[in-house]
């Protein structure tokens, strides 16, 4: 029978725990390793709705991108979202397993399934980590033929189901052919997207000082945090299906950007 160990098992293959950044907190979160799983609820974020949706589908196991438990538990009395989404899981039996910054820099992590989307072409890391460079955070890519700076953006947006693009006006680039991605929070690597030779930087939380500062240097464009990982989940599902085809796994229909734009 399928056990919440063997997804775990199953992903941290996929992406190794080791790979997880220093402040990160992937792996198993809630819940008993050896439980049976009867169905598992893919999602970015764990909130108390994607919960509900869990029980209401009968899945034992929630896998998710951030995890719940970022900066650890003092007390468990109920006083915020987390620790009553702790209680609620423990008391229905729901294990709780999150593959966060891991899955992030794993060979066809999340930076390379934006890629993809994008159909860009001789990917490469971004940001490598000093002991294997086949590994590390962001992606660079490139486009056969160069596209018209706007025609780009357009892509972006649909691409990515994005509301309202954030992009830096002052560029004089008129054409794309290179580009720079990093799903979630990207702004620190901004400067190793120049030093790449990108033409253009799509990622997620850049500041304003981030556009006076790069505008010139590099096209910017701010796609959102969540749209940007919102493909964590197929990975995650691409994962668990090709070792468990049978496995019953649904993406969570409750999941919205906790970012409205009016």
Request: contains cysteine; proline residues 4%; glycine residues 6%.
């Amino acid at each position: 029978m399928l056990k919440v160990s063997d997804i775990a098992r199953t992903i941290e293959q996929y992406a190794p725990l080791s790979l997880q950044e220093s402040y990160d907190n992937a792996g198993l979160q809630v819940g008993n390793p050896e439980t049976p799983v009867s169905a598992i609820l893919l999602c970015l974020d764990v909130t108390e709705e994607t919960l509900k949706e869990a029980r209401e589908r009968r899945c034992n196991l929630i896998v998710s991108h951030h995890p719940l438990i970022f900066r650890g538990l003092k007390q468990l009395t109920g006083a915020d979202q987390t620790q009553r989404i702790v209680m609620e899981a423990l008391k229905d039996g729901i294990a709780i397993y999150s593959a966060h910054t891991n899955l992030d820099s794993t060979v066809e992590g999340v930076s390379y399934e934006m890629a993809h989307q994008l159909n860009l072409k001789k990917l490469r890391v971004l940001v490598p980590s000093e002991s294997n460079p086949r590994v590390g955070l962001g992606i660079v890519g490139e486009y056969e033929n160069p596209v018209p700076r706007l025609e780009f953006l357009r892509k972006a947006k649909e691409t990515f189901g994005v509301k309202a693009l954030r992009y830096s006006g002052q560029t004089e680039r008129l054409v794309i052919r290179k580009v720079a991605l990093c799903g979630g929070s990207g702004a620190s690597f901004i400067a190793d997207a120049i030093a790449s030779g990108a033409d253009a930087y799509l990622s997620g939380d850049f500041k304003y000082h981030d556009y006076t500062s790069y505008g010139l240097d590099i096209l910017l464009a701010d796609i959102g945090h969540h749209e940007s990982e919102l493909c964590s989940r197929r990975i995650l599902c691409r994962i668990i299906r090709e070792s468990f085809p049978d496995c019953v796994t649904y993406f969570a229909d409750s999941e919205t950007n906790p970012i409205k734009i009016l």
